[in-house]
């Protein structure tokens, strides 16, 4: 269950990551909110009784949220921009794809 939660907030963030002024910059933050749903997939096929998982999922959520959240007030401003949503949505899969 957290980790469908996890991946459909980072989604929702990446989704709403529409545009920025630096094109390299927002497909950087991009490619790092991809990169903890790749994580938290990760961290999901392990198993969920051990301890030690427990606590990295929960640091990744709590990483991931807090860059979420910087994400969100850095980008509110252009959050309507189509093609800046669809490129987003292109990296999240092509990072998502390549996560093992």
Do not use: P, W
């Not at 640091?59 to 669809?86: I, P, T």
């Amino acid at each position: 269950m957290k980790k469908n939660f996890l991946t459909i907030a980072i989604l929702a963030v990446v989704i709403s990551l529409s545009s920025c002024g630096s094109s390299s910059s927002f497909e950087s933050d991009v490619r790092k909110m991809a990169n903890y749903g790749c994580k938290a997939k990760q961290l999901a096929a392990k198993d969920q009784s051990d301890e030690k998982v427990k606590k990295e999922m929960e640091e990744l959520q709590k990483e991931s949220e807090d860059f979420s959240k910087k994400m969100e007030e850095k980008y509110k401003k252009d959050k309507d921009n189509k093609e800046m949503e669809a490129k987003a949505n292109k990296i999240f899969e092509e990072v998502m794809a390549n996560c093992k």
